[in-house]
């Protein structure tokens, strides 16, 4: 199905329009990725509506890698997410992007294609060559538009990233060269790889190599510590994504890659995925009771949430991945709507320190009342989906 290509190609496409348009009018580049957006929405909806589909291209032949993508139903939840929080991203950035706007929506666009390709790739190259186009845009909206402490941010979002990938590149290196000891011929193929007889030994080495580079972007306790910078130095926009959208792909890849991939060694090492959710839990919680600063607080409430994600994962039941799923959905919205907020209050009062946000119940009573909605979802109240997750 060649219409599914459209939702890579069509955001890169748009945001080089939304550059160019840019400069040439001031303000265009807003209207033109907004309505690019809720286009794509359209679009990604009808194609989830048309059931599962799938596209395989020859890419490269030497090496058998196809660009192949696959749009079942968990791909349709989380693409349809990355392109409403997405569309979220840019009308709480509406105003406050005044510096290369153009430039800003060309990266925000690029980050949206990159994520797409993640959740869309049935091949492991193509799926590592998307995990990696989506850390340059986002690198660039924290290191450009972000705030006072940006460049360190930005750098050590780029390292913890790109050294957990090294790893993650040679366990599909090892993958595919396995997949020719057995079959003779060199396969990328997920699908493929699923039907591989794995001894357990290197399983568990595979295994560890994708774990860690999912664990750094969801992030477990203890590859967390780029996050509450990123997070914090980040623009709004770049915040939404991240909180929203960029730490799921973590979840992703474990549901999508690691489980199937890997059962005896994922049964091996619960007790340790389990205690690591645990423990992030408790620590993402202590550590968001003691922050001053508001964006902080809902940056370590994230590792909290996640550690509940990976704890449902590997406890191996049904009942637990599905709500594992809602708790993804869930935490992506009432996340980036919360950080949509400390935007909005910063923007107000020129400060994220919550110790001056106080008497906002009379000077901005909408305003406090969305906060408050979505501080109700972030800490699981009865009747809120992250509750029910």
């Known amino acids: 199905m060649v219409a599914l290509s459209f939702l890579i190609w069509l955001p890169l496409l748009l945001g080089v329009c939304s550059w160019f348009s840019e400069k040439k009018f001031s303000g265009s580049g807003n209207w033109i990725t907004l309505f690019s957006l809720f286009a794509l929405l359209i679009f990604s909806i009808y194609l989830g509506s048309q059931g599962t589909s799938s596209l395989s291209w020859e890419w490269f032949a030497r090496f058998n890698i196809h660009f192949a993508l696959l749009f079942d139903g968990l791909a349709l939840l989380l693409v349809t997410l990355t392109i409403a929080l997405a569309i979220l991203a840019v009308l709480v950035s509406w105003k406050d992007i005044e510096q290369h706007r153009g430039f800003f929506h060309f990266n925000l ?5 990159g994520i797409i390709g993640v959740f869309l790739a049935a091949d492991l190259f193509l799926f590592f060559l998307f995990w990696e186009v989506m850390l340059l845009p986002m690198t660039a909206l924290i290191l450009i538009w972000g705030h006072e402490n940006r460049r360190y941010a930005a750098l050590k979002f780029f390292i913890f990233t790109q050294v957990s990938s090294l790893l993650m590149l040679i366990a599909i290196i090892a993958l595919a060269l396995f997949h020719q000891a057995q079959t003779g011929e060199l396969s990328f193929n997920l699908a493929e790889l699923q039907q591989l007889a794995i001894p ?6 595979l295994m560890l190599g994708f774990f860690i580079a999912f664990a750094v972007k969801s992030p477990m306790e203890p590859f967390h510590s780029w996050l509450p910078d990123a997070h914090t130095q980040a623009p709004t926009a770049g915040s939404v994504l991240l909180a929203g ?5 973590g979840a ?3 549901i999508r890659i690691v489980l199937p991939l890997f059962p005896s060694a994922t049964m091996e090492f619960a007790p340790i995925a389990v205690s690591l959710g645990v423990v992030s839990i408790i620590y993402g919680a202590l550590m968001a009771y003691s922050q001053t600063d508001f964006k902080r607080l809902v940056a370590f409430s ?12 590997f406890s191996w039941h049904e009942v637990a991945l599905q709500g594992a ?20 209050i910063q923007h107000r009062i020129h400060s994220r320190e919550l110790g001056k946000m106080g008497g906002m119940w009379a000077s901005a009573p909408k305003m406090a009342t ?3 909605i979505f501080v109700m979802a972030g800490i699981g109240m009865p ?7």
Do not use: C, D, P, R
């Not at 666009?109 to 294609?113: I, K, L, N, P």
């Not at 994230?302 to 994962?313: D, N, R, T």
């Not at 799923?325 to 909005?344: K, R």
């Open 302 to 313: 994230s590792i909290s949430h996640m550690g509940f994600v990976l704890l449902a994962l």
């Open 325 to 344: 799923i809602l708790t993804i959905v869930a935490h992506g919205i009432s996340s980036a709507a919360l950080f949509s907020m400390a935007g909005l």
């Open 252 to 254: 992703y890849g474990l």
């Open 109 to 113: 666009m690029f980050s949206v294609a």
């Open 200 to 205: 357990e030994n290197m399983q568990f080495w």
């Open 383 to 389: 009747g809120m989906a992250n509750f029910n997750g």
């Open 370 to 372: 969305v906060t408050l």
């Open 245 to 249: 959208i960029l730490l799921k792909t």
